[in-house]
């Protein structure tokens, strides 16, 4: 199969750092991409790495590791707003630019 | 700014009703994904379009669900009979081509009773 594992929920203060892990098979992997979701709205993108190494934009950034098959997004200084599911997908050789997606990391900013 | 376009948002049906979504991509994205996304889990891929032609229907469970682009532009899918299990929140999403980023609708939230 084509798992992709990411912690099911984090809770985390307003105002500090968080990193979100995402885990996956190696073989045949083609990108990684993460996006934010808020209840009962679309995902939204926020990063895309193909790869090694970490890519920042803004408060948010993501890291990947090809040969771990690992990658991280990391959020800082967090605001109340940035409460939502945090969606790890990863695309595949040969699978015409589907994302596979995890089930989500449901993170909750507490004051 | 362009966005994908979905309806309706919201639908309620009894099982063995058929029910339909229509999507209506970002101008001039020839990719088109149809995605369900049970609550709690990750979206997962249904069909891909490339233009009006089917790539990927691997997932799409063909005895009831039905998918078209007639025009490689908007797309419809169907499903008939609905059954219980399709409560899902049912997402479209575009990208200028097969290899680049999607950009999602807001989604139909479909009830089954």
């Known amino acids: 199969g084509q798992n992709i594992d990411q912690p099911t929920e984090m809770t985390a203060t307003e105002g500090a750092i968080v990193q979100i892990n995402c885990t996956y098979q190696?073989?045949?992997?083609?990108?990684l991409f993460w996006y934010q979701q808020h209840a009962g709205e679309a995902p939204t993108f926020l990063s895309y790495n193909v790869l090694d190494g970490l890519e920042e934009k803004g408060r948010f950034s993501s890291f990947l590791s090809r040969s771990k098959g690992y990658s991280y997004l990391l959020l800082k200084e967090l605001q109340m707003k940035d409460s939502a599911s945090y969606l790890c997908a990863v695309t595949f050789t040969g699978g015409g630019n589907k994302l596979t997606f995890g089930t989500g990391t449901q993170l909750k900013v507490e004051l | 700014e362009a966005e994908v376009a979905q309806s309706p948002r919201y639908k309620i049906t009894e099982k063995s009703q058929a029910v339909a979504f229509w999507c209506d991509p970002i101008s001039g994205h020839a990719t088109l994904y149809w995605y369900r996304q049970i609550l709690g889990q990750g979206p997962e891929l249904l069909v891909q379009?490339?233009?009006?032609?089917?790539?990927?229907d691997s997932q799409l469970p063909k005895d009831r669900f039905s998918a078209e682009r007639l025009k490689g532009v908007d797309s419809t899918l169907k499903i008939q009979p609905a059954e219980l299990g399709d409560s899902a929140m049912y997402l479209c999403?575009?990208?200028?081509?097969?290899?680049?980023?999607?950009?999602f609708g807001p989604g139909t939230r479909l009830t089954v009773l």
């Open positions: 999403a575009s990208s200028l081509a097969v290899a680049g980023e999607q950009f």
């Open positions: 190696t073989s045949g992997f083609n990108g």
């Open positions: 379009f490339q233009d009006e032609s089917v790539v990927d």
